[in-house]
């Protein structure tokens, strides 16, 4: 008889795999000399993908002065990292915005969560003048990725988890006890199978706990009070509630103060929402 662990992990292995499309627009923007044709040529494959990656690139979030109408524009204006980013907004929509069983985050909910602590994560970056990557936006996007993967096995053992964490745990630390894994190490083996940075990994996987990583690092420091901070501010929080807090020496590490916090949540509320509905 299987245990929940080896469940788990034949979940993760079935978990679906990026369109060929996509994956092949960031193989080749991952190139240094990448060719722009040949990132148009592979989109064509795709048509709703082109049409979300306009869609956003239209948003007043990026705050372009004129509009983007074509791949090439898109390239031209937001750069290709921007446009990286995009892309793998426009793949995770349509499975991020979906129910999550056991966390008790209904269609929508989610992804909305997602979008703001993006948008966050970059508000931090540009207050605290940071030097994190540009992969910061994609980190945080993806943070709760294996929610999708673990949702059913939490629903299964959530009397157990729900005892542990009115014990004093951490949402988190119940799942772990009682699951042998969380969401957050769920979520870094999803993103190893599609081959993305190890930086992204790094922060998806300690984003609940930054103090436990090997090695202290902006970028999980950063998408953690990100998090955190919407959380708070009730985004997409489902059954784990307001049981977060910030880690001291994460916020330390950032120079984070409260009228940085402030700042940023009104940008994330701001821009959240048209964010999460243009995807």
Request: aromatic share 4%; hydrophobic share 45%; charged share 20%.
């Amino acid at each position: 008889m299987a245990t929940i662990a080896e469940d788990i992990i034949k979940k993760v292995e079935s978990f679906p795999a990026m369109s060929s499309a996509a994956a092949k627009v960031l193989s080749l923007l991952d190139d240094p000399d990448f060719n722009p044709v040949q990132v148009e040529n592979a989109l064509r494959q795709d048509p709703s993908l082109t049409a979300n990656i306009l869609r956003l690139s239209n948003s007043a979030y990026f705050g372009l002065s004129s509009k983007v109408g074509s791949i090439k524009q898109a390239l031209v204006l937001l750069g290709w990292k921007r446009l990286s980013q995009l892309v793998l907004t426009s793949c995770v929509t349509a499975l991020m915005n979906r129910e999550v069983p056991g966390y008790d985050l209904p269609p929508g909910d989610l992804w909305r969560h997602s979008v703001a602590v993006s948008v966050a994560a970059e508000g931090l970056v540009v207050e605290l003048k940071l030097r994190a990557g540009d992969e910061i936006f994609t980190a945080a996007l993806l943070h709760d990725l294996g929610k999708l993967v673990l949702g059913a096995f939490v629903k299964e053992q959530l009397v157990e988890i729900e005892k542990a964490a009115a014990g004093g745990l951490a949402f988190e630390e119940a799942e772990m006890l009682i699951l042998g894994t969380d969401h957050a190490e769920i979520g870094a083996r999803i993103l190893e199978r599609w081959s993305l940075p190890k930086s992204i990994v790094r922060a998806v996987r300690w984003h609940s706990d930054p103090d436990k990583s090997t090695d202290t690092d902006v970028m999980v420091d950063t998408v953690h009070v990100a998090n955190v901070l919407c959380s708070m501010m009730g985004i997409g929080i489902g059954r784990e509630g307001l049981r977060h807090k910030p880690s001291t020496s994460a916020t330390k590490r950032l120079g984070v103060s409260v009228p940085v916090l402030e700042r940023v949540a009104s940008r994330a509320l701001q821009w959240a929402n048209e964010l999460a509905q243009l995807s």
